[in-house]
T-cell receptor, first 113, second 116 residues
Framework: GENVEQHPSTLSVQEGDSAVIKCTYSDSASNYFPWYKQELGKRPQLIIDIRSNVGEKKDQRIAVTLNKTAKHFSLHITETQPEDSAVYFCAAPRGSGTYKYIFGTGTRLKVLA | GAGVSQSPSNKVTEKGKDVELRCDPISGHTALYWYRQSLGQGLEFLIYFQGNSAPDKSGLPSDRFSAERTGGSVSTLTIQRTQQEDSAVYLC??????????????FGEGSWLTVV
């Protein structure tokens, strides 16, 4: 199948706390996993990505982890700030050598000041 | 151009009319995607063009939807006999090339379609 499942659908955290969003994919040949952030009324923009040859990647307050055996990957945001409030989407290609990206259903993150 | 450009940005049409949505990808990008995003929902894959290969049309929801990409650049998404359930934001995206383990896709601002 081509499904990418994403959880939770909504997430509220207090400013300064951490947020974790998880995605699972079905195609074991998938080898690239990006995360996009979409602010209200704006286009989705890439915030971080990971390739299948690494297990973790960090960029300041955000990190992504990948478990290829379990076929899931997660987005971690530490020290959350109000400007982190947005909808986050994970994605995976349908398979190795293809670039048909299937997106998760999205997580609406609200950071409470 | 500097980014993916889409037009119109907003379109209101009457039920039953045909609409065309245009996408200008980033210059030199060989891959082009169309996605649909209904209000508050996720990104639904519609169609994918890669160079001169046959497009992957597996996400088109019905035969009222079609898309073309002329000269490997500009793409047009056409919706015939529009229905109210077609109301959504139609997002175009492009990607640089085929090589590597993955390449970033860049989205346009979208075309907001409202069918009344």
């Amino acid at each position: 199948g081509e499904n990418v499942e994403q959880h939770p659908s909504t997430l509220s955290v207090q400013e300064g706390d951490s947020a974790v969003i998880k995605c699972t994919y079905s195609d074991s040949a998938s080898n690239y996993f990006p995360w996009y952030k979409q602010e209200l009324g704006k286009r989705p923009q890439l915030i971080i990505d990971i390739r299948s040859n690494v297990g973790e990647k960090k960029d300041q307050r955000i990190a992504v982890t990948l478990n290829k055996t379990a076929k899931h990957f997660s987005l971690h945001i530490t020290e959350t700030q109000p400007e982190d409030s947005a909808v986050y989407f994970c994605a995976a290609p349908r398979g190795s050598g293809t670039y048909k990206y299937i997106f998760g259903t999205g997580t609406r993150l609200k950071v409470l000041a | 151009g500097a980014g993916v450009s889409q037009s119109p940005s907003n379109k209101v049409t009457e039920k039953g009319k045909d609409v065309e949505l245009r996408c200008d990808p980033i210059s030199g990008h060989t891959a082009l995607y169309w996605y649909r995003q209904s209000l508050g929902q996720g990104l639904e894959f519609l169609i994918y063009f890669q160079g001169n290969s046959a497009p992957d049309k597996s996400g088109l929801p019905s035969d009222r939807f079609s898309a073309e990409r002329t000269g490997g650049s500009v793409s047009t998404l056409t919706i015939q006999r529009t229905q109210q359930e077609d109301s959504a934001v139609y997002l175009c995206a492009s990607r640089p090339n085929r090589g590597g383990a993955g390449n970033t896709i860049y989205f346009g601002e979208g075309s907001w379609l409202t069918v009344v």
